[in-house]
């Protein structure tokens, strides 16, 4: 079972990191296209949208107007702040991981010898709560191991 749970984290992320391996090239070679990027002019029905069609119709004309430099100039921040926004999402995918593998680890336990983990936890509670405390009757005690029981089998 901990293999398995294993596998569900494991394969697709091994399938992304490969995916951005094998097109490596390709992704460089889109960023150095940035630097000879043309912009065609807007299409004609874009001036007939209502609100804001005449606004981003010239924008548009003037981001076709503007030669390769200044367009790379324009995009070059937003590049950077997009680079950013990834490497953060990846640090987030890395916390993610870890966070994915210390929850297998704890089910490994408990599927390897739950009987035992249950006994500590037991014992921690009853440590912090004193013997008046939530598992002061055996009967408790027992229906909730055997709802655990009914649920993992």
């Known amino acids: 079972m901990t293999t398995l749970l294993l ?3 494991v ?5 992304a990191v490969t995916t951005i391996v094998h097109n490596a090239e390709q992704i460089t070679a889109w960023t150095k296209a940035l630097a000879t990027l043309t912009l065609a002019g807007p299409p004609h029905w874009l001036h007939r949208i209502p609100p804001f069609g005449a606004q981003i119709a010239n924008a548009w004309q003037q981001l076709a107007a503007a030669g390769p430099e200044q367009l790379s100039a324009y995009l070059s921040p937003l590049a950077k702040r997009l680079a950013v926004l990834f490497l953060r999402q990846v640090g987030n995918l890395g916390l993610l991981f870890v966070q994915f593998l210390l929850t297998v680890a704890i089910a490994g336990i408990f599927y390897a010898n739950g009987e035992t983990a249950l006994a500590g936890v037991e014992a921690f509670i009853r440590r912090l709560i004193g013997p008046q405390g939530i598992f002061s009757r055996d009967s408790r005690r027992v229906e909730a191991g055997s709802a655990i029981r009914l649920e993992i089998s």
């Open 11 to 15: 394969v697709p992320f091994y399938f």
């Open 7 to 9: 596998f569900i984290l």
